[in-house]
């Protein structure tokens, strides 16, 4: 069945009961023609009890319930209610005021209706937040919502006034995230007794790489965490210092395992925040997005965000919104990987060294040769540990050792020595704008060495 919208497809004492004793109107499904999940339009229930009034001997002795504003705005009046329990759970695509003898209201619902589709709507539930510090609320029924919300109620009925905030969430696990600020979005003073349309709709996201399981129990997931700070952090970010009230520590994980973690964690019905304060992570504002393969951060409430200890390799697919809402990137960092060979993988002396060809004057192969830094400022030389590949990087944009000009490619000559099998070898090439350099050392294997004990 679908959504009841014709009073025809309701019958009285069987689907609808008018409870002129206690002056109450209750909801009854059927499970055939009435669909608890599906539900009936307020517009249809008062059309149903309009056309019952006036058939019916009995009930036209008692005061008419509703007051009719629009098609999705109604009052109800003369002491009528809805019965408790879930009579208001099958109402759709109307809000409605309970008015006192006076005129006052007692009781104030919403209508909340989302538009878009669910990935998948027998399981996809989305949960909303009725004020700051308020925790999640699920939807009466998973799928795209429309259902009544109590935004108000006076002393006797609840004592809340839930008029001037309201934000809806939806976050399954390997999904694309979704949420709206009715206040905000729409531009509204407050809300009121009558139906609210918005979007929302949910993807598979393609850039979760990780379930929950591997999330809550390993590495690097356990070893990252999100601190929300009250005094803004002044971060360095190329030639410039910028402040940033939200880290992210990525615990030396790729993008797309910071990205997992800090989805993960905002699902979560707790604390999610490292740092001295309480940070509930079901309500929380979301922190990144992806365009593309790029990693974003995004400008929140509290303030901008920043990653920290993220993989050196994704430096220039990351970008960082600070406290001024704007985004910031670190200079490009060239990168690649160092191979070796048997030869020199299985020298356990065997040792590297990369230098600039010629940087400015200063020569490979004369006192003045400069080796070149990597990123970090350290210098691209060291043992081989018996390990096949090195990864490095360098500051391409701002590398300007020994006078060279920053920003252009980096001719380089690499020579690499071990003892017991690993002959001298050199390597020339380019250090271009690329993730993708590569400096390969294939030495001879040495037959001549000798250091007897």
């Known amino acids: 069945m679908a959504k009841i919208i014709d009073p025809d497809d309701l019958t009285q004492d069987v689907q609808v009961v008018f409870h002129t004793d206690t002056k109450e109107i209750e909801l009854i499904p059927d499970g055939v023609t009435f669909i608890a999940a599906d539900g009936v339009t307020l517009q249809c229930l008062y059309s149903f009890?309009?056309?019952?009034?006036?058939?019916?001997?009995?009930?036209?002795?008692?005061?008419?319930?509703?007051?009719?504003?629009?098609?999705?705005?109604?009052?109800?009046?003369?002491?009528?209610?809805?019965?408790?329990?879930?009579?208001?759970?099958y109402i759709r695509d109307g809000g409605w005021a309970v008015k006192d003898l006076v005129g006052n209201s007692v009781e104030e619902y919403m209508n909340l209706t989302t538009l878009g589709s669910f990935d998948d709507p027998g399981s996809d539930t989305a949960y909303y937040q009725q004020s700051e510090d308020g925790e999640g609320v699920s939807a009466v029924y998973p799928g795209p919502v429309n259902q009544a919300i109590k935004i108000f109620g006076d002393a006797?009925?609840?004592?809340?006034?839930?008029?001037?905030?309201?934000?809806?969430?939806?976050?399954?696990?390997?999904?694309?995230?979704?949420?709206?600020?009715?206040?905000?979005?729409?531009?509204?003073?407050?809300?009121?007794?009558?139906?609210?349309?918005?979007?929302?709709?949910?993807?598979?996201?393609?850039?979760?790489?990780?379930?929950?399981?591997?999330?809550?129990?390993q590495t690097p997931y356990t070893n990252m965490g999100i601190?929300?700070?009250?005094?803004?952090?002044?971060?360095?970010?190329?030639?410039?210092?910028y402040d940033f009230s939200i880290i992210i520590d990525g615990a030396s994980g790729t993008a797309e395992q910071i990205y997992s973690f800090v989805a993960y964690q905002l699902r979560q019905q707790a604390d999610i925040d490292d740092g001295a304060g309480v940070v509930s992570g079901y309500t929380a504002a979301e922190l990144l997005q992806f365009v593309g393969d790029t990693?974003?951060?995004?400008?929140?409430?509290?303030g901008g965000v920043y990653i920290e200890n993220f993989l050196a390799n994704d430096t220039n697919r990351l970008v960082f919104r600070?406290?001024?809402?704007?985004?910031?990137?670190?200079?490009?960092?060239?990168?690649?990987?160092?191979?070796?060979?048997?030869?020199?993988?299985?020298?356990?002396?065997?040792?590297?060294?990369?230098?600039?060809?010629?940087?400015?004057?200063?020569?490979?192969g004369t006192p003045n040769a400069i080796i070149i830094n990597d990123n970090d400022?350290?210098?691209?030389?060291?043992?081989?540990?018996?390990?096949?590949?090195?990864?490095f990087s360098y500051d391409y944009e701002g590398n300007i050792q020994g006078g060279r000009t920053p920003n252009t490619d980096a001719p380089y000559t690499a020579v690499a020595i071990g003892l017991s099998t690993g002959q001298y070898v050199k390597t020339t090439g380019t250090i271009t704008?690329?993730?993708?350099?590569?400096?390969?050392?294939?030495?001879?294997?040495?037959?001549?060495?000798?250091?007897?004990?």
């Open 156 to 217: 006797t009925h609840g004592n809340f006034d839930y008029t001037t905030y309201f934000k809806i969430f939806l976050r399954v696990q390997g999904k694309l995230y979704s949420f709206y600020d009715l206040i905000d979005e729409q531009n509204l003073a407050e809300l009121t007794y009558r139906k609210y349309a918005l979007p929302l709709s949910n993807t598979i996201d393609l850039k979760i790489t990780a379930n929950d399981t591997i999330i809550s129990t």
């Open 322 to 364: 600070d406290d001024t809402n704007v985004a910031r990137v670190y200079p490009y960092v060239a990168a690649g990987t160092i191979l070796f060979n048997d030869n020199l993988i299985n020298d356990t002396d065997s040792t590297y060294w990369v230098f600039f060809t010629n940087a400015n004057g200063n020569e490979f």
């Open 433 to 453: 704008r690329s993730t993708a350099n590569v400096i390969n050392f294939v030495a001879a294997l040495e037959r001549n060495y000798s250091n007897p004990l």
């Open 49 to 89: 009890t309009k056309e019952r009034w006036k058939a019916d001997s009995e009930l036209i002795k008692y005061p008419f319930p509703f007051i009719a504003i629009t098609a999705e705005q109604f009052e109800m009046v003369n002491e009528w209610n809805f019965s408790s329990g879930g009579t208001v759970n």
């Open 227 to 241: 601190t929300y700070y009250d005094t803004p952090q002044s971060i360095t970010i190329g030639s410039g210092t």
């Open 377 to 391: 400022g350290n210098p691209l030389s060291g043992l081989t540990n018996s390990q096949p590949s090195i990864s």
């Open 295 to 302: 990693l974003q951060t995004l400008y929140t409430d509290k």
